[in-house]
Protein backbone atom coordinates (compact mmCIF):
# COMPACT_ATOMS: atom_id res chain seq x y z
CA UNK A 1 0.00 0.00 0.00
CA UNK A 2 1.05 3.44 -0.89
CA UNK A 3 1.80 5.91 1.05
CA UNK A 4 -0.56 9.40 1.93
CA UNK A 5 0.56 12.35 1.07
CA UNK A 6 1.38 13.57 4.78
CA UNK A 7 2.93 10.19 5.60
CA UNK A 8 5.63 10.87 2.58
CA UNK A 9 6.19 14.45 3.73
CA UNK A 10 6.57 13.19 7.47
CA UNK A 11 9.10 10.49 6.36
CA UNK A 12 11.01 14.10 4.83
CA UNK A 13 10.66 15.26 8.54
CA UNK A 14 12.12 12.43 10.09
CA UNK A 15 14.81 12.37 7.05
CA UNK A 16 16.19 15.90 8.29
CA UNK A 17 15.90 15.40 11.81
CA UNK A 18 17.78 12.38 11.83
CA UNK A 19 20.33 13.87 9.70
CA UNK A 20 20.53 16.46 12.33
CA UNK A 21 21.09 13.90 15.13
CA UNK A 22 17.98 15.05 16.91
CA UNK A 23 15.66 12.01 16.33
CA UNK A 24 15.04 11.59 20.36
CA UNK A 25 14.61 14.75 21.25
CA UNK A 26 12.39 15.13 18.49
CA UNK A 27 10.08 12.53 19.35
CA UNK A 28 10.21 12.75 23.64
CA UNK A 29 10.14 16.41 24.75
CA UNK A 30 7.93 17.11 26.71
CA UNK A 31 8.26 20.90 25.54
CA UNK A 32 8.24 22.20 22.18
CA UNK A 33 10.79 20.78 19.78
CA UNK A 34 12.43 23.63 17.14
CA UNK A 35 14.52 22.85 14.42
CA UNK A 36 15.53 25.42 11.60
CA UNK A 37 17.16 24.48 8.99
CA UNK A 38 19.20 27.18 6.93
CA UNK A 39 19.30 25.42 3.43
CA UNK A 40 20.81 28.60 0.58
CA UNK A 41 18.97 30.10 -1.39
CA UNK A 42 15.77 28.29 -0.48
CA UNK A 43 13.83 29.60 2.77
CA UNK A 44 14.49 28.40 5.58
CA UNK A 45 12.82 24.72 6.85
CA UNK A 46 11.30 25.01 10.14
CA UNK A 47 10.44 21.74 11.98
CA UNK A 48 8.66 21.70 15.55
CA UNK A 49 6.97 19.01 16.89
CA UNK A 50 5.25 18.71 20.85
CA UNK A 51 2.67 16.73 22.97
CA UNK A 52 -0.78 17.45 22.58
CA UNK A 53 -3.38 16.99 25.43
CA UNK A 54 -6.17 16.75 22.96
CA UNK A 55 -5.75 13.42 21.12
CA UNK A 56 -7.71 13.58 17.45
CA UNK A 57 -6.74 10.19 16.55
CA UNK A 58 -4.99 8.10 18.97
CA UNK A 59 -1.55 10.25 18.50
CA UNK A 60 0.70 12.11 21.51
CA UNK A 61 2.53 14.54 19.47
CA UNK A 62 2.03 17.14 16.75
CA UNK A 63 4.85 18.25 14.22
CA UNK A 64 4.92 21.39 12.20
CA UNK A 65 6.88 21.66 9.24
CA UNK A 66 6.80 24.83 7.33
CA UNK A 67 8.91 27.76 5.21
CA UNK A 68 8.46 31.37 6.35
CA UNK A 69 8.64 34.60 4.28
CA UNK A 70 9.55 37.80 6.67
CA UNK A 71 7.84 41.52 5.45
CA UNK A 72 8.37 43.90 8.43
CA UNK A 73 9.58 41.22 11.04
CA UNK A 74 6.26 39.93 10.29
CA UNK A 75 6.65 35.78 9.17
CA UNK A 76 4.28 34.93 6.58
CA UNK A 77 3.51 31.16 6.16
CA UNK A 78 4.41 30.36 2.65
CA UNK A 79 3.02 27.10 3.46
CA UNK A 80 2.86 25.64 7.00
CA UNK A 81 1.25 22.90 8.18
CA UNK A 82 0.73 21.06 11.60
CA UNK A 83 0.05 17.10 10.93
CA UNK A 84 -0.21 14.56 13.51
CA UNK A 85 2.82 12.32 14.96
CA UNK A 86 1.37 9.84 12.21
CA UNK A 87 1.37 12.45 9.26
CA UNK A 88 -2.27 13.44 8.60
CA UNK A 89 -2.80 16.50 8.30
CA UNK A 90 -4.67 18.71 10.64
CA UNK A 91 -4.14 22.32 9.15
CA UNK A 92 -2.34 23.90 6.46
CA UNK A 93 -1.61 27.67 6.45
CA UNK A 94 -0.38 29.73 3.05
CA UNK A 95 0.20 33.02 2.00
CA UNK A 96 -2.36 33.85 -0.28
CA UNK A 97 -3.95 37.33 -0.55
CA UNK A 98 -3.34 37.37 3.25
CA UNK A 99 -3.61 34.46 5.40
CA UNK A 100 -5.30 31.25 3.85
CA UNK A 101 -6.29 28.66 6.73
CA UNK A 102 -7.42 25.28 6.02
CA UNK A 103 -8.53 23.14 8.63
CA UNK A 104 -8.51 19.47 8.00
CA UNK A 105 -8.60 17.51 10.95
CA UNK A 106 -10.49 18.92 14.17
CA UNK A 107 -12.77 18.19 17.29
CA UNK A 108 -16.49 20.17 16.80
CA UNK A 109 -16.58 22.37 20.02
CA UNK A 110 -20.41 21.54 20.85
CA UNK A 111 -20.46 17.57 19.79
CA UNK A 112 -16.69 16.66 20.75
CA UNK A 113 -17.07 14.89 17.80
CA UNK A 114 -13.33 14.26 15.66
CA UNK A 115 -14.50 16.21 11.77
CA UNK A 116 -12.18 15.54 8.44
CA UNK A 117 -12.45 17.98 5.98
CA UNK A 118 -12.10 15.26 3.20
CA UNK A 119 -12.71 17.84 -0.08
CA UNK A 120 -9.45 20.03 1.75
CA UNK A 121 -7.46 16.84 2.75
CA UNK A 122 -7.72 15.91 -0.95
CA UNK A 123 -7.25 19.88 -2.13
CA UNK A 124 -4.18 19.77 -0.30
CA UNK A 125 -2.54 16.57 -1.26
CA UNK A 126 -0.56 16.94 -4.43
CA UNK A 127 0.94 20.10 -2.88
CA UNK A 128 2.39 17.90 0.07
CA UNK A 129 3.66 15.43 -2.53
CA UNK A 130 5.34 18.12 -4.26
CA UNK A 131 6.68 19.82 -0.84
CA UNK A 132 8.25 16.04 0.11
CA UNK A 133 10.17 15.56 -3.34
CA UNK A 134 11.22 19.79 -2.96
CA UNK A 135 12.29 18.97 0.76
CA UNK A 136 14.73 15.79 -0.80
CA UNK A 137 15.68 17.18 -3.94
CA UNK A 138 16.94 21.01 -1.93
CA UNK A 139 19.41 18.92 0.08
CA UNK A 140 17.55 19.87 3.32
CA UNK A 141 19.14 16.88 5.00
CA UNK A 142 22.16 17.69 4.20
CA UNK A 143 21.85 20.95 5.49
CA UNK A 144 20.60 19.49 8.40
CA UNK A 145 23.42 17.06 9.11
CA UNK A 146 26.33 20.42 8.64
CA UNK A 147 24.28 22.26 12.01
CA UNK A 148 26.67 22.94 14.85
CA UNK A 149 25.41 20.55 17.81
CA UNK A 150 25.24 23.43 20.33
CA UNK A 151 22.97 25.38 17.77
CA UNK A 152 20.91 22.29 16.54
CA UNK A 153 17.75 22.68 18.34
CA UNK A 154 16.16 25.41 20.47
CA UNK A 155 14.12 24.25 23.63
CA UNK A 156 10.84 26.55 23.88
CA UNK A 157 8.80 27.30 27.17
CA UNK A 158 5.86 25.09 27.31
CA UNK A 159 3.61 25.89 24.58
CA UNK A 160 -0.38 25.78 24.46
CA UNK A 161 -2.01 23.91 21.77
CA UNK A 162 -2.17 26.22 19.25
CA UNK A 163 0.88 28.99 19.56
CA UNK A 164 0.12 30.76 16.02
CA UNK A 165 -1.48 33.73 16.01
CA UNK A 166 -5.02 34.94 15.50
CA UNK A 167 -6.14 34.82 11.46
CA UNK A 168 -7.64 38.19 12.40
CA UNK A 169 -4.10 39.42 14.08
CA UNK A 170 -1.81 38.73 10.98
CA UNK A 171 -1.92 41.77 8.68
CA UNK A 172 -1.89 40.64 4.70
CA UNK A 173 1.49 41.08 2.79
CA UNK A 174 2.28 44.32 1.69
Known sequence: MSKSAGELLLQRVHQVVRAAKLWEEFE?????????????????????????????????????????YTVKEQRYPDPELVM??????????QTVFGILETPLLWRDPQTQDVLVNIRGKRDVAELLRIWAKNIGYQGFAQAASRIIPAARSKALSPMKEDKHLPLSDIPPPV
Open 28 to 68: TTTEQFTLTVENEPYMSLIIESWPIADSLQGERRHVLVAHY
Open 84 to 93: TEYGFPVRLR
